[in-house]
């Protein structure tokens, strides 16, 4: 049987915004995947110029140098942290059905029939996508490529001035 020709829009808006919001779930996993990387090397950074610290007792450009990097890859490993799980200001105003809150309260048969009725009524399953891409945009995106986006250029900035001063320190 051919479907009509409201079906086939339908199955394209469908379509489209579930390979919208499959999108921003996807780049939600490679921004925690940055971070993680992030984290594991700014850790390592860190646990390797502590104990060079250690080494160097008196003050001196290295010193100095050594404890810029060790500053920069903690504070960049805490931003990784909160990248990871943001501390989020923000919340869904009213949860959709899509996102555990919506029915987190809900027995199964109750959050059956309120799907039901969102499914039904093309115009509320167009506005629960719609409402979920865009918190998931605004709510977890937007603060993690903040936080990720601080992360890497502390890391980055204290390694170059770190590094610089420490040359330096080896050249004097």
Request: net charge positive.
């Amino acid at each position: 049987m051919a479907k009509k020709k409201d079906d086939v829009s339908l199955d394209l808006e469908i379509g489209f915004l579930d390979s919208t919001l499959y999108n921003h779930v996807e780049q939600n996993n490679r921004l925690d995947q940055k971070a993680s990387f992030i984290l594991g090397v700014s850790g390592l950074i860190f646990t390797l110029t502590l104990t060079q610290l250690l080494v160097f007792k008196e003050t001196s450009i290295e010193r100095i140098s050594l404890f810029i990097i060790a500053v920069s890859s903690l504070i960049s490993s805490l931003l990784a942290i909160w990248t990871i799980k943001p501390p989020f200001t923000e919340q869904h105003e009213r949860p959709t059905l899509m996102f555990y809150r919506g029915f987190k309260g809900l027995s199964c048969e109750d959050y059956k029939k309120k799907l039901l009725e969102v499914i039904q009524d093309k115009e509320k399953l167009v506005g629960a996508y719609a409402k979920e891409i865009h918190c998931l945009a605004r709510v977890a995106l937007r603060p993690k490529y903040k936080l990720i986006k601080k992360a890497s250029w502390f890391l980055t900035i204290g390694l170059g001035v770190g590094g610089l001063l420490f040359l330096i320190g080896c050249l004097i």
